[in-house]
Nanobody
Framework: HVQLVESGGGLVQPGEALTPSCAAS????????IQWHRQAPGKERELVAG?????????LYADSVKGRFTISRDNSKNTAVLQRSSLKPEDTAVYYC?????????WGQGTQVTVSA
């Protein structure tokens, strides 16, 4: 069955880095664009970064993470990664991976990232 599984979240101090990954199975990964979203306590889910299906095309970032986060994908391994550096307390959230193609979308279960001194 279709699965998107995030891993690599955790507790870090401000200024540190994390590189959670998203592993896909049960569907053909390549045609799907990949997005990372996050939801902080008491806030709505927001788009953080996105990458097109071939990985060489369109890449977008939310203004709040530009210059600190880098999204990438490895279509040979059906995985996507969101490298996060210079983490701030306001980056604390549950991070979700999403695969999207047209009207079809799959979500992962989310991984908690907590940034605290």
């Amino acid at each position: 069955h279709v699965q998107l599984v995030e891993s690599g979240g955790g507790l870090v101090q401000p200024g540190e880095a994390l590189t959670p990954s998203c592993a896909a199975s049960g569907f053909t990964f390549i045609p799907y664009a990949i997005q990372w979203h996050r939801q902080a306590p008491g806030k709505e889910r927001e788009l953080v970064a996105g990458i097109s299906s071939n990985g060489n095309g369109n890449i977008l970032y939310a203004d709040s993470v530009k210059g600190r986060f880098t999204i990438s994908r490895d279509n040979s391994k059906n995985t996507a990664v969101l490298q996060r550096s210079s983490l701030k307390p306001e980056d604390t959230a549950v991070y979700y991976c999403k695969a999207i193609m047209g009207s079809t979308a799959y979500w992962g279960q989310g991984t908690q990232v907590t940034v605290s001194a």
